[in-house]
């Protein structure tokens, strides 16, 4: 908690007060509320905290019972628990950085798939992404999946009637339909 906090060990005793100084207004009532049921059950909450220098840190807060049995606290002390910070900021971090660049590897794809769809089916541009919105919920694949069996067929199709019907069996999935278009 100390290091995490920027606090120097012997600086400060491990308080009620000392964590609710350090956690972000927004989540203050939520750790209060954890602390009066910590002590008869466990309890865990993901909440924003600010260390001495002002830093903000996404951390893992839990909460439990201290294993102390009553009998050997002290008379002034009401209840104590026991817990633990586990700093996920980084990892949250990296997660998000990586969530950000599948989705802009993907997007190409997808826009590519709409503007198949598009010329195929003569659609607008935000029909051409529920009809590639339905075919994907319909088969249980990513958008960016559909997309790309549409991608990777589009270059065997050929303007003409059998066009729509071999696309719309691309995007079904069906692999007949798929085999069915000839190699250029």
């Given at each position: 908690?100390?290091?995490?906090?920027?606090?120097?060990?012997?600086?400060?005793?491990?308080?009620?007060?000392?964590?609710?100084?350090?956690?972000?207004?927004?989540?203050?009532?939520?750790?209060?509320?954890?602390?009066?049921?910590?002590?008869?059950?466990?309890?865990?909450?993901?909440?924003?905290?600010?260390?001495?220098?002002?830093?903000?840190?996404?951390v893992?807060?839990?909460?439990?019972?201290?294993?102390?049995?009553?009998?050997?606290?002290?008379?002034?002390?009401?209840?104590?628990?026991?817990?633990?910070?586990?700093?996920?900021?980084?990892?949250?971090?990296?997660?998000?950085?990586?969530?950000?660049?599948?989705?802009?590897?993907?997007?190409?794809?997808?826009?590519?798939?709409?503007?198949?769809?598009?010329?195929?089916?003569?659609?607008?541009?935000?029909?051409?992404?529920?009809?590639?919105?339905?075919?994907?919920?319909?088969?249980?694949?990513?958008?960016?999946?559909?997309?790309?069996?549409?991608?990777?067929?589009?270059?065997?199709?050929?303007?003409?009637?059998?066009?729509?019907?071999?696309?719309?069996?691309?995007?079904?999935?069906?692999?007949?339909?798929?085999?069915?278009v000839?190699?250029?």
């Amino acid at each position: 908690m100390y290091a995490l906090l920027g606090r120097e060990q012997d600086a400060l005793a491990p308080s009620t007060a000392l964590l609710l100084h350090h956690v972000d207004p927004a989540h203050r009532a939520e750790v209060r509320a954890m602390l009066q049921e910590a002590p008869e059950r466990g309890v865990a909450a993901r909440i924003q905290v600010q260390t001495a220098s002002r830093r903000p840190r996404t951390v893992i807060l839990t909460l439990g019972p201290d294993g102390c049995p009553e009998t050997e606290r002290p008379s002034w002390l009401k209840r104590s628990v026991a817990g633990s910070l586990l700093d996920v900021t980084d990892s949250e971090r990296h997660a998000s950085t990586r969530a950000v660049r599948a989705a802009t590897n993907h997007r190409a794809t997808i826009e590519q798939a709409k503007g198949i769809a598009m010329t195929v089916y003569g659609l607008s541009e935000d029909a051409a992404f529920l009809l590639l919105s339905y075919f994907s919920q319909s088969r249980n694949l990513r958008l960016h999946q559909v997309a790309q069996q549409l991608v990777d067929q589009a270059a065997r199709l050929t303007p003409g009637r059998d066009c729509r019907r071999l696309a719309e069996g691309i995007l079904a999935g069906d692999q007949d339909a798929a085999a069915r278009v000839p190699r250029s």
